[in-house]
């Protein structure tokens, strides 16, 4: 997915373009969703590519949403050496935005904390059985 950085301006609020395309972090405790516990899936801001399944969610204590598992192919991981120390960043499979990074220790099964921005994401609740 390609998009100029004009076009991205114009479809994500100023929060959400720094965080996604400039690789910024919002402040702790301050995202919509780092509390959450509804049934959904949290996809991508940028373009709605389907990322975590809220069944892989958990309270980390950091602030911001944490999750044990992507989807399967949902996002892609690079190395992050910025602020003077090396972390794995993870960001959209399909649109490439700053998603947040991801660390090793998270809970089983796979011992995987993947630390999101709350901007970076939006929800999509668990349609009710009829």
């Known amino acids: 997915m390609k998009k100029s950085e004009a076009e991205w301006r114009e479809c994500l609020t100023p929060e959400q373009y720094r965080v996604l395309r400039q690789k910024g972090t919002e402040r702790p405790f301050t995202g919509q969703y780092h509390a959450s516990k509804e049934k959904g899936t949290y996809t991508c801001?940028?373009?709605?590519?389907?990322?975590?399944?809220?069944?892989?969610?958990?309270?980390?204590g950091t602030g911001w949403p944490s999750f044990y598992q992507p989807l399967p192919n949902a996002v892609a991981t690079s190395i992050d050496r910025s602020f003077f120390m090396t972390?794995?960043?993870?960001?959209?499979?399909?649109?490439?935005?700053?998603?947040?990074?991801?660390?090793?220790d998270g809970p089983p099964p796979t011992g995987q904390r993947y630390c999101i921005n709350g901007v970076a994401l939006k929800f999509m609740p668990e349609q009710a059985a009829n």
């Open 45 to 60: 801001a940028g373009c709605g590519n389907a990322l975590f399944s809220s069944d892989t969610k958990f309270d980390s």
């Open 87 to 104: 972390r794995t960043e993870v960001h959209c499979s399909r649109c490439g935005s700053h998603l947040g990074h991801v660390f090793p």
